[in-house]
Nanobody, 124 residues
């Protein structure tokens, strides 16, 4: 069974940092591109960042550019999202997703395996 499991969410004060992890089971992330998305209550699921199969990055939503960094560790079969300078508006459920395509995408329909999500709450 193909699964993605996110972890690392929690409660953090504004200006703080968190690192989310996306671990795969049942398949190898090395041969998949990975995306991070988030969904706040009552809002649509938004693209945040993604990483190509060869580790190419640079795809970031304007709302997180310069604050979030995506990376992958194929040896650990895990993709990370480092989140710095967190703001209350970053509060949401964060999801990682896997795609068979070499180049990652900001379109969620390109992803066929999704994690269950991890809650991030930014509040003082």
């Amino acid at each position: 069974q193909l699964q993605l499991v996110e972890s690392g969410g929690g409660l953090v004060q504004p200006g703080g940092s968190l690192r989310l992890s996306c671990a795969a089971s049942g398949f190898t992330l090395e041969y998949r591109s990975i995306g991070w998305f988030r969904q706040a209550p009552g809002k649509e699921r938004d693209f945040l960042s993604c990483i190509d199969i060869n580790g190419g990055t640079g795809n970031y939503a304007d709302s997180v550019k310069g604050r979030f960094t995506i990376s992958r560790d194929n040896a650990k079969n895990t993709v990370y999202l480092q989140m710095n300078s967190l703001k209350p508006e970053d509060t949401a459920v964060y999801y990682c997703a896997s795609s068979k395509y070499f180049f990652c995408s900001d379109q969620f329909v390109r992803y066929d395996v999704w994690g269950q999500g991890t809650q991030v709450t930014v509040s003082s």
